[in-house]
């Protein structure tokens, strides 16, 4: 009897053996099963919504603010939204509530880019949108479904991304680019636009004298996005506020991507959708907020005046 128990012992002591080898080599076996694909997503990019310079709603532009109800209808695969600055007329808690209980019928998460209407009390938004992570600075960023996701603040330095943001924005390139499939940048204002380039027949809002001269886009930011592979795509939200601004712009220059858009003008109001398929392929809706919200056509299809 005693020596069969000892035989089942050594039996038992080698099937062990054998399965904790079995576990180890499939641990050193490299999976090669293809990772899978994102999922198909959409987003939306709005700017300029406080809408109307004239007008003294503190909720978000009206007509914008009658969309957000089908904006889940229509896109049911919606991941989240974009304000890209001058959300409210005036920066105070009114406002900012009245924004905030807006946007919250959408039960989407929605990132602020700030504009120069938004900081005037700049206190304020820093404690209420700030990164809580990083001080309450006014930029960030994120990924979603192997896309980067950054947000800019145009009104540090007037216009120029300087200092300690031109130093995130080129960790954050560095660190996520080769992990990312297309790079999306928000802003409010078209800090790309300079009055002797090819953008200089776009009107902004802050139609002249109130814009800055040059920024240190073209020296300091866009070698950024020109040095890499990725598509980049750059949203600003300060057109389409007044009857002399330009409704929206397009522009591609090889890998990089220029847009912009707005709202509170009483006939070409808009904002858009980028939606992302799995492969990573993006395709835009640019609505009007007046007549047939399609009316626009194409924004690819926008030829620079």
Known sequence: ???VNYI???IAKVLLLLVLSIVFLSSCVKDESPEPSPDPYSFFVAGHTYGNHLADNIHLH????EQLAYIRRDYPD????ILTGDI????NVESWNAVDDDIARLD????FAPGNHDITNRELFESRYGDPLNNFRTYRYFTNQKDLFIVLDSELDEWNISGDQLEFLQTVISTHQQNSRNIFVFVHALIWWDDENIFKNIH???WPPYIPDTTNFWTDVAPIFSNISNPVYIFAGDLAANEQATPYMYYKDANITYIAGGMGNLTDGNFLFASVNSSG???FDLIALQGDKYRFGKLEDYILP
């Open 1 to 3: 009897m005693r020596q």
């Open 8 to 10: 089942l012992n050594k």
């Open 62 to 65: 009206p007509p914008f603010k």
């Open 78 to 81: 919606i991941s989240l939204g």
């Open 88 to 91: 409210v007329r005036e920066s």
């Open 108 to 111: 989407l998460p929605v990132f």
């Open 204 to 206: 902004t809002n802050w």
């Open 281 to 283: 392929d993006i395709a």
